[in-house]
């Protein structure tokens, strides 16, 4: 008699089982498909951080003057904080709309590490919003005078600093998103921690137009990235525990 | 010798449960379990408790005190997560994707039912005609039917449901109702609360009643 | 969640009204030999040290600097680890202590920035560089500005201040870059010359580091003073409906408490 109520307990939790897979690959493919998808149905406000970016690069030959030297000489750096700023709008609502229509609470019980969650929704606003503006760094740059030599060094920094700024962005934005009001709080807690990232990245540009080395500073990079993508996802999972408590 | 196999634990079971905030007693100590079929209606007046006795057993929030169980075993994210389906407040769907795009995310993450499609899941609560609409051109109560759509489309033997019946009319009530009805002769167990305006259709669920 | 492993005494003190009556009782002590140690640092390094050889007595600032800078990455550790207890087990006296650490530990920064940026006109000719040493000085205090922030953010203080400790916990990289960029890079700012270790290897005459060495004492002293006294004032406002802190504000004795919160 026992034996039977087993049996008949395991056959019903047994229909409930999965017919389809949610292995750890799939569930990222869908998670970046969505997060593809919503951004596709909002592009046209992702051209705004490119405009952006374009007005600001124009604005420099206007406010110091045409003279090619000067321009080509701080180039490098000022398209690097370019970037930097045209991301944080973007950064600070990573978050919040998922927060806010209760699709975090979902990730929290997802059967997958919510970690690789994070990390996939990282990589889809890296793709999103960080890609276009690698893409018209050419057009910046001849904008500022950069040197045409220097370009692909200016492009390798950016492709491995703004992965790194993304993935340091993710953890702020997961704790800012927890808070009422947080207004420029996001800008104030990511600027600092991007100080280092821009100083290796600017030196990298500046070598390589001097004709110097540009290695090292691209290594260091890289290194931090790979840091990064281990460590980021673990402490914006935490972040985000700390977000959906309230 | 004949030994007979020990009884099934329950699916979830909380032994001298309780949560505080800011020191002050929000609910407990609390002692119940929900077997496979089994129903339990957390029932309470607005403020009592109850959204945040759900969030506690889903994980969301540790408990002050006392423990919670998943079949048998003390709760952990393996125990958990994949085997409890949740429907709160916010029904976790985006307003700019369809109800197929939104379940078929989360069947991405949560896994499908077998025999069960988005389309078939929206058939079954009725609105399988705006099944690609977006999810913002859908009043409050389609909205909750997605949710419930949800539900049937992954697996998950325990359902934690807070207020489904909120923003349903007539028909949606007794919808959700026969959902739960169906998931429990399946062999699921839901625990769902209520502030007891809705007459809950299983006179055999146990009630658990907080004070505010 | 069972905390046998603990000494019976950390279970004490880390229930609030204990904690308040047991800071209290050993803050003004710290004060005072935080106080006495300070007076007798700035004697020996103001009065007794000789000049130094190559900066005259534009080097005294030291005395002040140099503790200060030891101050501000000491206390970011202690506000660190605080906040790793404060996220691990929800202890709120490690949230009460990691919160009040901050603006301590940035006043710390503050100065140490402002001293050095005093000492560095006379001894480079700049008020300011952007040296690796600096820089990630400053990005110190931008980071104990940004755990203030954050933690003000939330209403909930007892949330608003395990996102605190996460972002200090991130921002902690910060600590052995700030300390080993002189070894690092190439920086205007002097190496190290005081060894830890074995201070007798340090290269700086004994007649200043003796000073220096009673000027970080009671630095550290102060810190430990300001921070019993500020967690007292925390843990009151935390704590303000109940029971203990009532009878302390009405002037009737509070209940004994044995059980922690």
Known sequence: MASTAQSMHDDRVARGRRSSGTSASAACIALLRRDLVLAWRRRGELFLPLLYAVIVAALFPFALGPDPELLARIAGGVLLVIVVLAMLPALESMFRVDLEDGTLEQWLLAPQPLALLALTRVIAHWLTTVLPLVVVMPLLGALLNLPVKVLPVLIVALLLATPLLVLLGSVLSALAAGARRSGILLALMLLPLAVPVVIFAAGAIAAAQAGMPFIAPLTWLAAALILAIVLAPLACAAALRIAVES | ?212 | MSRSYLPHWIHWLGSPPNFYRFAGALRPWFMAVALISALIGLYGGLVLAPPDYQQGDAYRIIFIHVPSAWMSLFIYATMAVAGLVALVWRVKLAEVIAMECAPTGAAFTLITLVTGSLWGKPMWGTWWTWDARLTSELVLLFLYLGVIGLYNAFEDHRRGARAASLLALVGIVNLPIVHYSVQWWNTLHQGTTVNFLDPARSSIAPAMLWPLLVMALATHLYFFASLLGRTRTGLLSLESGKQWVRALVGGQPAQTTGAPT
């Open chain 2, 1 to 212: 010798m004949d030994t007979f196999p020990a009884p099934a634990a329950p699916l979830l079971s909380a032994h001298r449960l309780a949560f505080s905030r800011n020191d002050e007693p929000v609910f407990g100590p609390l002692d119940f379990s929900l077997g496979s079929g089994e129903t339990v209606l957390v029932e309470g007046d607005n403020g009592s408790g109850k959204t945040t006795l759900l969030r506690v057993l889903a994980g969301m929030l540790p408990p002050g005190a006392g423990e919670i169980r998943f079949n048998g075993q003390p709760a952990s994210r393996d125990n958990r997560n994949g085997h409890v389906l949740w429907l709160g407040h916010r029904t976790g769907m985006n307003d700019s994707l369809s109800a197929r795009e939104n379940l078929g995310f989360l069947a991405g993450l949560y896994g499908t039912r077998s025999g069960m499609t988005a389309a078939t899941s929206m058939e079954r609560v009725g609105i399988g005609a705006w099944i690609d609409e977006p999810l913002r051109t859908l009043s409050a109560g389609q909205k909750k039917r997605v949710g419930l759509a949800r539900l049937l489309l992954s697996p998950g033997e325990v359902w934690l449901l807070d207020e489904p019946y909120a923003n349903l009319d007539r028909h949606g009530i007794d919808l959700v109702n026969a959902l739960i009805a169906e998931h429990c002769a399946g062999g699921g167990a839901a625990l769902v609360t209520s502030h007891g305006a809705v007459r809950f259709a299983d006179t055999r669920a146990r009630h658990i009643h907080l004070a505010a």
